[in-house]
Protein backbone atom coordinates (compact mmCIF):
# COMPACT_ATOMS: atom_id res chain seq x y z
CA UNK A 1 0.00 0.00 0.00
CA UNK A 2 1.32 3.36 -0.37
CA UNK A 3 1.52 6.23 2.01
CA UNK A 4 -0.54 9.07 2.09
CA UNK A 5 1.32 12.09 0.17
CA UNK A 6 3.89 13.97 2.80
CA UNK A 7 6.56 16.46 2.60
CA UNK A 8 10.11 15.78 3.77
CA UNK A 9 12.60 18.64 5.30
CA UNK A 10 16.24 17.99 5.76
CA UNK A 11 17.37 19.98 8.82
CA UNK A 12 21.18 21.01 9.17
CA UNK A 13 20.86 21.15 12.84
CA UNK A 14 18.80 20.06 15.38
CA UNK A 15 17.55 24.04 15.96
CA UNK A 16 16.06 23.85 12.32
CA UNK A 17 14.30 20.09 13.08
CA UNK A 18 12.96 21.74 16.22
CA UNK A 19 11.66 25.07 14.81
CA UNK A 20 10.40 23.23 11.82
CA UNK A 21 8.32 20.48 14.72
CA UNK A 22 7.07 23.30 16.28
CA UNK A 23 5.78 25.12 13.15
CA UNK A 24 4.48 22.51 10.49
CA UNK A 25 2.53 19.44 10.82
CA UNK A 26 5.11 17.13 11.09
CA UNK A 27 6.57 13.74 12.51
CA UNK A 28 10.30 13.54 13.34
CA UNK A 29 11.89 10.35 11.11
CA UNK A 30 14.14 8.57 12.49
CA UNK A 31 15.43 4.53 11.58
CA UNK A 32 11.77 4.59 9.83
CA UNK A 33 10.97 0.68 10.63
CA UNK A 34 7.69 1.30 13.03
CA UNK A 35 6.78 5.09 11.26
CA UNK A 36 6.72 3.97 7.37
CA UNK A 37 4.54 0.61 7.76
CA UNK A 38 2.32 2.70 9.84
CA UNK A 39 2.17 5.34 6.96
CA UNK A 40 1.79 2.84 4.24
CA UNK A 41 -1.06 1.18 5.70
CA UNK A 42 -2.56 4.23 6.61
CA UNK A 43 -2.81 3.81 10.64
CA UNK A 44 -1.05 7.78 10.53
CA UNK A 45 -0.67 10.47 7.87
CA UNK A 46 1.63 13.89 8.48
CA UNK A 47 2.10 16.99 6.50
CA UNK A 48 6.18 16.10 6.40
CA UNK A 49 9.10 14.42 7.98
CA UNK A 50 11.58 15.83 9.71
CA UNK A 51 14.29 13.45 8.72
CA UNK A 52 16.44 12.82 11.65
CA UNK A 53 19.36 11.12 10.51
CA UNK A 54 21.38 13.82 9.45
CA UNK A 55 21.88 15.11 13.07
CA UNK A 56 24.78 13.07 14.12
CA UNK A 57 25.02 15.05 17.56
CA UNK A 58 21.74 12.56 18.26
CA UNK A 59 24.29 9.52 17.68
CA UNK A 60 26.28 8.76 20.51
CA UNK A 61 26.97 6.20 24.02
CA UNK A 62 28.76 7.87 26.65
CA UNK A 63 29.81 6.48 29.91
CA UNK A 64 29.89 8.81 32.41
CA UNK A 65 30.96 6.86 35.61
CA UNK A 66 27.66 6.31 37.81
CA UNK A 67 25.56 6.27 34.02
CA UNK A 68 25.60 5.74 30.37
CA UNK A 69 23.90 8.44 28.47
CA UNK A 70 22.58 7.23 24.88
CA UNK A 71 21.55 9.04 21.99
CA UNK A 72 18.41 9.16 20.44
CA UNK A 73 19.60 8.10 17.20
CA UNK A 74 21.83 5.41 18.31
CA UNK A 75 21.07 2.47 16.26
CA UNK A 76 20.19 -1.25 17.74
CA UNK A 77 23.15 -2.80 16.23
CA UNK A 78 25.54 -0.18 17.58
CA UNK A 79 24.26 -1.23 21.23
CA UNK A 80 24.66 -4.82 20.50
CA UNK A 81 28.29 -4.09 19.88
CA UNK A 82 29.38 -1.69 22.24
CA UNK A 83 31.58 -3.42 24.47
CA UNK A 84 31.02 -0.34 27.54
CA UNK A 85 27.40 -1.18 27.81
CA UNK A 86 27.58 -5.43 27.42
CA UNK A 87 29.83 -4.54 30.69
CA UNK A 88 28.08 -1.44 32.11
CA UNK A 89 24.36 -1.89 30.94
CA UNK A 90 23.88 -5.55 30.54
CA UNK A 91 20.34 -5.49 30.62
CA UNK A 92 20.18 -3.24 27.38
CA UNK A 93 22.72 -4.98 25.57
CA UNK A 94 20.91 -8.16 26.25
CA UNK A 95 17.70 -6.75 24.82
CA UNK A 96 19.34 -5.07 21.72
CA UNK A 97 20.51 -7.91 20.74
CA UNK A 98 16.69 -9.50 20.94
CA UNK A 99 15.06 -6.56 19.07
CA UNK A 100 13.60 -7.35 15.44
CA UNK A 101 16.12 -9.69 12.59
CA UNK A 102 19.76 -8.00 11.47
CA UNK A 103 18.19 -5.58 8.64
CA UNK A 104 15.75 -3.68 11.85
CA UNK A 105 18.83 -3.93 13.99
CA UNK A 106 20.94 -2.07 11.63
CA UNK A 107 18.30 0.59 10.86
CA UNK A 108 16.20 1.00 14.16
CA UNK A 109 16.80 3.77 16.76
CA UNK A 110 16.18 3.59 20.43
CA UNK A 111 14.97 6.83 20.32
CA UNK A 112 12.93 5.76 17.73
CA UNK A 113 11.53 2.57 19.80
CA UNK A 114 10.95 4.51 23.09
CA UNK A 115 9.01 7.37 21.15
CA UNK A 116 6.90 4.86 19.32
CA UNK A 117 5.77 3.26 22.94
CA UNK A 118 4.79 -0.46 21.45
CA UNK A 119 3.69 -2.48 24.62
CA UNK A 120 5.40 -5.39 23.11
CA UNK A 121 8.64 -3.81 22.46
CA UNK A 122 11.81 -5.00 23.97
CA UNK A 123 13.41 -1.36 25.28
CA UNK A 124 10.23 0.16 27.57
CA UNK A 125 10.23 -3.01 29.79
CA UNK A 126 14.21 -2.28 30.20
CA UNK A 127 14.09 1.37 31.33
CA UNK A 128 11.60 1.13 33.47
CA UNK A 129 13.31 -2.08 35.15
CA UNK A 130 16.17 0.23 35.62
CA UNK A 131 14.67 3.23 36.16
CA UNK A 132 16.42 4.82 32.88
CA UNK A 133 15.60 8.69 32.26
CA UNK A 134 14.31 10.35 28.90
CA UNK A 135 16.01 13.31 28.51
CA UNK A 136 13.76 15.60 25.61
CA UNK A 137 14.26 19.25 23.56
CA UNK A 138 11.61 21.03 22.35
CA UNK A 139 11.67 24.98 21.65
CA UNK A 140 10.53 24.93 25.22
CA UNK A 141 13.51 24.12 26.61
CA UNK A 142 14.40 20.20 27.92
CA UNK A 143 12.72 17.82 30.24
CA UNK A 144 13.95 14.41 31.91
CA UNK A 145 11.45 12.38 32.45
CA UNK A 146 11.48 9.10 34.17
CA UNK A 147 10.73 5.85 32.16
CA UNK A 148 7.60 4.41 34.62
CA UNK A 149 6.14 7.86 33.79
CA UNK A 150 6.66 8.45 30.01
CA UNK A 151 4.66 5.31 28.93
CA UNK A 152 0.87 6.57 28.85
CA UNK A 153 -0.85 4.01 26.65
CA UNK A 154 -0.07 1.87 23.62
CA UNK A 155 1.95 4.10 21.25
CA UNK A 156 1.35 7.25 23.33
CA UNK A 157 3.83 8.55 25.60
CA UNK A 158 4.07 11.87 27.49
CA UNK A 159 5.87 13.43 24.45
CA UNK A 160 4.05 16.61 23.68
CA UNK A 161 3.99 18.22 20.15
CA UNK A 162 7.24 19.45 18.65
CA UNK A 163 9.14 17.33 21.59
CA UNK A 164 11.88 15.08 20.46
CA UNK A 165 13.87 12.61 22.72
CA UNK A 166 17.23 13.26 22.65
CA UNK A 167 18.91 10.86 25.04
CA UNK A 168 17.86 8.34 26.96
CA UNK A 169 20.12 8.06 30.31
CA UNK A 170 20.78 4.37 32.34
CA UNK A 171 22.27 4.20 35.41
CA UNK A 172 24.72 1.60 36.63
CA UNK A 173 23.39 -1.07 38.92
CA UNK A 174 26.73 -1.68 40.38
CA UNK A 175 26.44 -5.13 42.43
CA UNK A 176 23.09 -6.42 40.48
CA UNK A 177 22.24 -9.54 38.64
CA UNK A 178 19.97 -9.10 35.42
CA UNK A 179 18.70 -10.47 32.69
CA UNK A 180 16.54 -10.41 29.73
CA UNK A 181 14.18 -13.15 28.28
CA UNK A 182 11.51 -12.65 25.59
CA UNK A 183 9.39 -15.50 24.34
CA UNK A 184 8.20 -15.11 20.51
CA UNK A 185 6.21 -17.17 18.35
CA UNK A 186 8.46 -16.62 15.21
CA UNK A 187 11.75 -15.71 15.05
CA UNK A 188 12.64 -11.92 14.77
CA UNK A 189 8.91 -11.04 16.35
CA UNK A 190 7.85 -8.52 18.59
CA UNK A 191 7.50 -10.23 22.21
CA UNK A 192 4.15 -12.19 23.07
CA UNK A 193 6.04 -11.61 26.69
CA UNK A 194 9.13 -11.04 27.60
CA UNK A 195 10.97 -10.15 31.40
CA UNK A 196 13.11 -7.27 32.20
CA UNK A 197 15.01 -8.29 35.58
CA UNK A 198 17.66 -6.34 37.94
CA UNK A 199 18.25 -8.51 41.46
CA UNK A 200 20.55 -7.77 44.24
CA UNK A 201 21.23 -10.10 46.60
CA UNK A 202 22.63 -10.48 50.01
CA UNK A 203 23.69 -12.84 51.86
CA UNK A 204 21.18 -15.16 49.91
CA UNK A 205 18.15 -12.75 50.45
CA UNK A 206 16.59 -10.41 47.88
CA UNK A 207 17.72 -6.50 48.73
CA UNK A 208 16.74 -5.02 45.68
CA UNK A 209 14.46 -6.32 42.43
CA UNK A 210 12.87 -5.01 39.48
CA UNK A 211 10.38 -6.84 37.49
CA UNK A 212 9.16 -5.25 34.35
CA UNK A 213 7.46 -7.37 31.66
CA UNK A 214 6.24 -6.36 27.54
CA UNK A 215 3.56 -7.59 25.74
CA UNK A 216 0.69 -7.83 29.00
CA UNK A 217 -0.08 -4.58 29.20
CA UNK A 218 -1.01 -1.16 27.48
CA UNK A 219 2.77 -0.14 29.25
CA UNK A 220 5.56 -1.71 30.03
CA UNK A 221 4.69 -3.34 32.95
CA UNK A 222 6.69 -2.89 36.63
CA UNK A 223 5.09 -5.73 38.81
CA UNK A 224 5.68 -3.78 42.31
CA UNK A 225 3.63 -6.09 44.05
CA UNK A 226 5.58 -8.95 42.92
CA UNK A 227 8.49 -7.05 44.27
CA UNK A 228 7.49 -6.69 47.40
CA UNK A 229 7.40 -10.55 47.43
CA UNK A 230 10.60 -10.78 47.39
CA UNK A 231 11.75 -8.29 49.03
CA UNK A 232 14.07 -9.29 51.73
CA UNK A 233 13.11 -12.95 51.29
CA UNK A 234 15.31 -15.91 50.79
CA UNK A 235 15.30 -16.40 46.81
CA UNK A 236 13.63 -20.02 47.20
CA UNK A 237 11.20 -21.66 44.96
CA UNK A 238 8.17 -20.66 46.90
CA UNK A 239 8.94 -17.32 46.94
CA UNK A 240 9.79 -16.95 43.54
CA UNK A 241 6.33 -19.09 42.71
CA UNK A 242 4.77 -16.98 44.87
CA UNK A 243 6.09 -13.73 42.73
CA UNK A 244 5.20 -14.69 39.59
CA UNK A 245 1.53 -15.55 40.41
CA UNK A 246 1.50 -11.77 42.28
CA UNK A 247 3.05 -10.21 38.93
CA UNK A 248 0.33 -12.31 36.20
CA UNK A 249 -3.14 -11.62 38.62
CA UNK A 250 -1.81 -8.05 37.81
CA UNK A 251 -1.42 -7.99 34.42
CA UNK A 252 -3.68 -7.26 31.91
CA UNK A 253 -2.46 -8.91 28.60
CA UNK A 254 -4.56 -8.59 25.51
CA UNK A 255 -5.44 -11.19 23.33
CA UNK A 256 -3.98 -10.68 19.48
CA UNK A 257 -2.42 -13.10 16.77
CA UNK A 258 0.75 -13.13 19.60
CA UNK A 259 -1.44 -14.84 22.25
CA UNK A 260 -4.34 -14.91 24.00
CA UNK A 261 -4.69 -12.95 27.47
CA UNK A 262 -4.61 -15.80 29.58
CA UNK A 263 -1.52 -17.99 27.39
CA UNK A 264 0.34 -14.78 28.22
CA UNK A 265 -0.50 -15.00 31.70
CA UNK A 266 0.63 -18.51 31.92
CA UNK A 267 3.79 -17.30 29.83
CA UNK A 268 4.69 -14.95 32.36
CA UNK A 269 4.68 -17.02 35.39
CA UNK A 270 7.08 -19.83 33.66
CA UNK A 271 9.52 -17.29 32.52
CA UNK A 272 9.25 -15.01 36.07
CA UNK A 273 10.01 -18.65 37.40
CA UNK A 274 12.58 -19.91 35.08
CA UNK A 275 14.71 -16.03 35.19
CA UNK A 276 14.60 -16.25 38.61
CA UNK A 277 15.18 -19.83 39.28
CA UNK A 278 18.56 -19.28 37.08
CA UNK A 279 19.67 -16.08 38.67
CA UNK A 280 19.87 -17.63 42.19
C1 LIG B 1 10.11 -6.51 10.82
C2 LIG B 1 10.26 -5.72 12.09
C3 LIG B 1 10.46 -6.40 13.29
C4 LIG B 1 10.60 -5.69 14.47
N1 LIG B 1 10.79 -6.37 15.63
C5 LIG B 1 10.94 -5.70 16.79
C6 LIG B 1 11.17 -6.39 18.01
O1 LIG B 1 11.29 -7.61 18.05
N2 LIG B 1 11.30 -5.66 19.13
C7 LIG B 1 11.22 -4.29 19.14
O2 LIG B 1 11.34 -3.68 20.19
N3 LIG B 1 11.01 -3.61 18.00
C8 LIG B 1 10.88 -4.28 16.83
N4 LIG B 1 10.69 -3.57 15.66
C9 LIG B 1 10.62 -2.09 15.69
C10 LIG B 1 12.01 -1.50 15.63
O3 LIG B 1 12.65 -1.67 16.87
C11 LIG B 1 12.00 -0.01 15.29
O4 LIG B 1 13.34 0.30 15.13
C12 LIG B 1 11.43 0.93 16.33
O5 LIG B 1 10.15 0.64 16.72
C13 LIG B 1 11.32 2.33 15.78
O6 LIG B 1 12.56 2.89 15.64
P1 LIG B 1 12.91 3.72 14.36
O7 LIG B 1 14.22 4.35 14.64
O8 LIG B 1 12.79 2.91 13.15
O9 LIG B 1 11.80 4.88 14.45
P2 LIG B 1 10.80 5.44 13.35
O10 LIG B 1 10.05 4.32 12.72
O11 LIG B 1 11.51 6.38 12.45
O12 LIG B 1 9.83 6.27 14.31
C14 LIG B 1 8.93 5.63 15.19
C15 LIG B 1 8.08 6.70 15.89
O13 LIG B 1 8.88 7.47 16.78
C16 LIG B 1 8.93 8.85 16.39
N5 LIG B 1 10.31 9.26 16.64
C17 LIG B 1 11.44 8.72 16.11
N6 LIG B 1 12.52 9.26 16.68
C18 LIG B 1 12.08 10.14 17.60
C19 LIG B 1 12.72 11.00 18.55
N7 LIG B 1 14.05 11.06 18.69
N8 LIG B 1 11.94 11.78 19.35
C20 LIG B 1 10.59 11.74 19.23
N9 LIG B 1 9.93 10.94 18.37
C21 LIG B 1 10.67 10.15 17.58
C22 LIG B 1 8.48 8.88 14.94
O14 LIG B 1 7.90 10.11 14.57
C23 LIG B 1 7.47 7.73 14.93
O15 LIG B 1 6.25 8.17 15.46
C24 LIG B 1 10.54 -4.26 14.46
C25 LIG B 1 10.35 -3.57 13.24
C26 LIG B 1 10.21 -4.29 12.06
C27 LIG B 1 10.02 -3.54 10.79
Same mark, same amino acid.
Given at each position: ???????Y? %?????????????????????????????????????????????????????????????? #?????????? $?????? !????? /???????????V? $?????????? @? #???????????????????????G????? $??? @????????????????????????? $???????V???R???? /????????????????????????S?????????? !??? %????????N?????? #?? !??????? @??P???????? /?????????T????????
Open positions: MYPPEFGF %KPQSLEEALDFLEKEDARPLAGGQSLIPMLKLRIISTGYLVDLNPLSSLSFVKDEGSQVRVG #ALTRHAEITS $NTMIKT !EVPLL /YEASRQVGDVQR $NVGTIGGSVS @N #ADPAADYPSVLTALDAKIVTTSKGSREI $NAL @NFFKGPFTTSLNEGELVKEIVFPKL $NGYKTSYKVVRAGD /YAMVSIAVALRLKEGKVEDVRLSYGVSDTPYRAK !EAE %KVLMERELEENIKK #AA !EVAASGA @NPSDVRGSSW /YRKEVMKVIVKTLGDMK
